[in-house]
């Protein structure tokens, strides 16, 4: 789309803004990972060094991005037939389903995370239920990486749901009729027509689904706690605990690349998949 | 009712919201605000119920709370250096006034300006700011579970106690102070933490969660998650006044603690009241009050009689809390950060 000049300098005061609040700021980050001290008096590249040369440090960089993938994927496979089934109810049940997807996002995700607490735990639901069934241990799920997995796929089930939902909605009826009729089953027209079709919203779903997961410092360590190490809790530390400011900000800096990786792979594949639907 | 906005009340409006952007001096006059620091769990609540309404009454002034660790108002503070500062008065344990006074983060304390300065016992009167209080670290142990009462911390490597023991990661005091500890106890030094590690790893299989913060540590008790773990006095008793199965105890080798105090930061928009605030906390009455239940704050003024939980299990007299083994934070200060790294390679799985 072709904006005229006149009018693209309405978007000025939000450049501006993008320019103060959030370019510069990570400029500066950039370049005090570049230094030895935070007072920025000498250049250097040992925090890079430090970090490419510790497999400690790789390994937490690892787990994260496997963590992210792990609760994507259990985001998808429940955020998905949920988005299918919310687009062809009919608009009251739609409206329902659209405000519980919601509901989550408007607590606090402190808060959510709590909840989360008092169900995992020991003396929590799942395992008083566990062990009213017989069983003579509870079951250990906090400050476990799949109990991680089961928070932050519900915490962050949303940011699946409506942009495949709103992709679904947009898909001309029509065209799974017509698969119908042209003798194919339920399976094959979801298979072949919606899935398909849908794949952007799937892409856009990811995206966003796993960015927040592997940046969602307080479910991860709320409910990870401290031996479950990702990189939120790693630069956190080092800022914070361990007041090495340099070195923080070198690990922000190479998470934020090893992101920006991932999410360009994820939109290379969105861009094809939209040739794919409109072909 | 309707409202008519026109181009000019728009106008008018807009600069009166200017003026006091531009002037916030002028909005302030009418009621003053303080804002200061103060740590999560206890002290946040006697901050809040007992201090700021005897600090309103004195001053008129009102204070805002920024609840914060000590790391991370030191960091705050770092990040803000030349700018106003975030927060009037600093909070800090120990080891932070050091690091804070090496960064030109607070300023000497003003004592002549604070009656209450001189009736403190005079190991807390430090000149970069008051002591206000101590704490203790100690055993933690759910008395439902575990009916009599843990001696040393040795107990903690039972075998019985297999994924009951919890532990909290170095970010917090309370984290470091028990690796140091347990570091002396191990027959370490200041310069070699091969014993507290070694003994470390042997307890990891005892080790049922290891909380990230101080936060996740106390609900790691409310749930009941953990049986035994070190803690501090002062988290315990406020535990025990929400009715959380927590007791706590003083193993044999003794008490181990560090102070807790307040400092005047630089620049401080409000260095007036900041003091004023500051001495409220070295009032005697207030400190009596304080070190009633739910609080149970360690007082340091030598005129408050030791009384409740804290002669049942700490001291009985000034002279037993002389006694508390202190730490050597300008030792263990620069080794913080390796620490921490060493500690979550440690742990991590």
Known sequence: ?279 | MIIRLNRRTMMGGAAAFGAALAMPHVARAQAKTLVAATFPGTWNEADRNVISPAFKSATGAAVTQSIVLGTDQVARLTAAKGNKPPFDVAFFDAPQVLDAVKEGLIVEYPAAQSPNFGGLIPKFQDKWGPKITMQVIGIGYNPKKITTPPKSWEELWEPKYKGRVGLTALNSQLGIAFLAELNRIKGGSETDFEPAFKALRELLPNVGAIAANLGAYATLWQQEQIDIAPYNFNFVQTLKAKDVPVEFTIPQTGAAGWETSLHLVANAQEPELAVKYIDLHLDPKIQAQVMKPPYDVIPTSSKVTLEGAITTSLAKTHDDLAKVRGFDWEKLNPQRGALIERFNREIKV
């Open chain 1, 1 to 279: 789309m072709r904006v005229k000049g006149d009018e693209s300098s309405l978007a000025l005061p939000l450049a501006a803004v993008f320019v103060a609040f959030f370019v510069a700021p990570l400029c500066i980050l950039v370049v005090l990972s570049l230094h030895g001290e935070a007072a920025m008096r000498t250049w250097t590249a040992a925090n890079y060094v430090k970090f490419f040369t510790d497999a400690f440090n790789y390994s937490i960089l690892w787990q994260t991005l496997l963590l992210g993938v792990k609760a994507t994927l259990v985001c998808l496979v429940f955020g998905y037939p949920i988005a299918w089934v919310c687009a062809r109810s009919g608009a009251r049940l739609q409206s329902i389903i659209v405000f519980l997807v919601i509901m989550p996002i408007l607590t606090s995700v402190v808060v959510r995370t709590f909840a989360w607490i008092v169900i995992l735990g020991r003396q929590g639901i799942i395992n008083q239920v566990w062990l009213g069934l017989g069983a003579a241990e509870p079951l250990r799920l906090l400050y476990t990486e799949t109990g991680v997995i089961m928070v932050l796929a519900q915490v962050q089930m949303p940011l699946m749901v409506l942009p495949i939902l709103t992709v679904m909605s947009k898909i001309d009826p029509n065209l799974a009729d017509a698969s119908r009729v042209l003798g194919a089953g339920e399976w094959r027209t979801l298979w072949r027509v919606t899935i398909p079709l849908s794949l952007p919203g799937v892409i856009a779903g990811c995206i966003l689904t796993y960015t927040a997961c592997i940046t969602a410092f307080v479910t991860q360590t709320l409910i990870g706690g401290a031996r479950l190490i990702y990189m939120p809790l790693h630069i956190y530390q080092q800022a914070v605990g361990a007041n090495n400011w340099p070195f923080a900000a070198a690990i922000s800096v190479i998470f934020m690349v090893a992101v920006l990786v991932i999410v360009g792979i994820l939109g290379a594949i969105g861009r094809r998949s939209e040739t794919f639907a409109r072909a």
